[in-house]
C-alpha cells in the first residue's frame, strides 16, 4: 500500500515497522519488563484505549506471570493534530487504589496523555505506575521521558496501523505506516 485517505485527502504513506518486527519486539519488552518488575507482586495492567488495543493484546499473552487487566480510555486526537487537552472518555477503575499499575500505551507524542494519567493514579493512591509505550517519539517532548519501557523511538511523522489510528481508521493494518507529509 502507498497511499490512504485521511481527512478527505489522499496520503503518501510509507512502511516503518512490519508486523514480522514489531512481534519481535513486544515479545523483548515483555521480557523486560518481567525482569525489571519482578519484585512487584500482584501487577495491574491498565490499557489505554482505543490505541492501545492491540499492543496490549500481545503484550500481555507475551507475559508470563499473572496480570489483572483494566482499562481506562483517554482522547486527544482529531484527526493527525494533538487537541492540546487530553480528555478522560472512560474513567479509571477504582480497583487501581494501593495496586502496583503498569500503564500500557500505543504511543507517546507531546506526553500529555500520560502526565494527566499518572497525575490521576497518584491521586487515587497507586503504589507504584510504571508505562510501557509501543513508540516514543522524544523530539515532542524533549528533555522529559514518560515511560519506563519503549518499544521503538520515531520520527516526528504521524503513524496508523497496529491500534493506531487516523479519525479512527486504519487501527487493523498489521504493520505500522507512516503518513508522508
Ligand atoms: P500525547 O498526549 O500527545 O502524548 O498523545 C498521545 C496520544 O495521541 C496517543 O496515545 C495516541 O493515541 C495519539 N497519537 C499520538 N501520535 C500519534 C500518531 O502518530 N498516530 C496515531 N495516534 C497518535
Ligand atoms: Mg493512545
Do not use: W
Not at 521480557?31 to 496490549?56: N, P, T, W, Y
Request: glycine residues 8%; aromatic residues 4%.
Amino acid at each position: 500500500m502507498d497511499a490512504v485517505r485521511i481527512g478527505g485527502e489522499s496520503r503518501r504513506v510509507r512502511m516503518m515497522l512490519s508486523a514480522t518486527e514489531i512481534s519481535s519486539r513486544v515479545q523483548g519488552m515483555a521480557q523486560e519488563i518481567e525482569a525489571k518488575l519482578s519484585d512487584l507482586d500482584d501487577l495491574l495492567v491498565l490499557v489505554v484505549l482505543d490505541g492501545a488495543l492491540v499492543f496490549a493484546a500481545d503484550l500481555i499473552r507475551a507475559m508470563r506471570r499473572n496480570v489483572q487487566v483494566e482499562t481506562v480510555k483517554l482522547k486527544s486526537y482529531v484527526g493527525t493534530q494533538s487537541s492540546g487537552s487530553v480528555a478522560v472518555a472512560q474513567p479509571v477503575p477504582h480497583v487501581v487504589t494501593g495496586r502496583h499499575v503498569l500503564i500500557v500505551e500505543d504511543i507517546v507524542d507531546s506526553g500529555q496523555s500520560m502526565e494527566k494519567l499518572t497525575s490521576l493514579l497518584r491521586e487515587m493512591g497507586v503504589a507504584s505506575v510504571h508505562v510501557a509505550a509501543l513508540l516514543d517519539k522524544p523530539k515532542a517532548h524533549p528533555g522529559r521521558s514518560y515511560a519506563d519501557f519503549v518499544g521503538f523511538t520515531i520520527g516526528p511523522n504521524f503513524v496508523i496501523g497496529y491500534g493506531l489510528d487516523a479519525d479512527g481508521l486504519y487501527r487493523n493494518f498489521s504493520d505500522i505506516l507512516e503518513v508522508l507529509p
